[in-house]
């Protein structure tokens, strides 16, 4: 299957230019928290009725988490994938135009900003882990369909019939689109699982819960995929802006 053709710039004024993959970050902080705003607005969802902050404040959390994951992905892409280059280079560590960011790093930056933030409202900071868990499955679901609109982080080869001939791959070879698998299992199908947990089970009422339940089902999620998988495919995410 050829790969279609997607302009990985979805528009464009004179001379900036803003990607799709820009718009999965924006939108997914942005549709994150209106989703996290109605979550902490059920106050008879959370441990004693006490959310980890009040419902208005999720836009000033957003704007926390947004340089959280900008800054803890981009640190954790030049300590641990490219660090020697760095230290050689160092006026390029905050150049993403040419890529470069890593989910684990976003991921610690992204929980300590909840930490902190909880602390400074004087909430309990397992609730707000709870909270990223809940809504973070909107921002995977759009990242990784921008992933595959930027060709990368490709599967494995297969001779089934969706196998998707990547442009960036040197092989030329057709290759499982795992974006698009992660995409529906680590992202809508998980967040239908957690809504589950949240709204039937009432998981939140039992701070710290919500993450644990969410890390067992990627888990379970991703086993499916697995053998589709290949070094580019792993989790750690380039921005590849270029």
């Not at 019939?161 to 030329?172: A, E, K």
């Not at 974006?179 to 009432?202: C, D, M, N």
Request: charged share 10%; aromatic share 14%; glycine share 10%.
């Amino acid at each position: 299957m050829p790969f279609p053709d997607i302009n990985p710039v979805a528009f464009a004024i004179g001379p900036f230019a803003v990607r799709w993959y820009a718009l999965g970050y924006l939108f997914g902080v942005g549709l994150g928290a209106a989703y996290g705003y109605r979550l902490l607005a059920n106050t008879r969802l959370w441990h004693k009725g006490e959310p980890p902050f009040k419902a208005p404040d999720i836009w000033d959390f957003a704007f926390w988490t947004m340089l959280a994951i900008v800054i803890g992905g981009r640190t954790g892409y030049v300590l641990f994938y490219n660090l020697p280059f760095y230290l050689a280079n160092p006026t390029q560590i905050i150049n993403t135009l040419d890529g470069g960011m890593s989910y684990h790093g976003g991921m610690i930056g992204l929980m300590l900003a909840a930490i902190l933030f909880t602390r400074s409202k004087h909430g309990n900071w397992l609730s707000a882990l709870d909270l990223i868990a809940s809504v973070s499955t909107i921002g995977i679901f759009l990242v990784r369909i921008a992933n595959f609109i930027n060709a990368e982080l490709y599967g494995a080869p297969t001779a089934l019939p969706w196998g998707v001939i990547f442009p960036t791959d040197p092989d030329h070879v057709p290759r499982h689109p795992s974006q698009l698998y992660e995409a529906a299992l680590e992202g809508l199908l998980l967040f239908l699982v957690i809504r589950v947990f949240t709204h039937v089970f009432y998981s939140l009422r039992r701070p710290g819960l919500v993450p644990v339940s969410s890390a067992l089902a990627m888990g379970s999620a991703a086993l499916p995929s697995s053998s589709s998988a290949c070094p580019m495919s792993s989790w750690a995410i380039s921005m590849a802006a270029g």
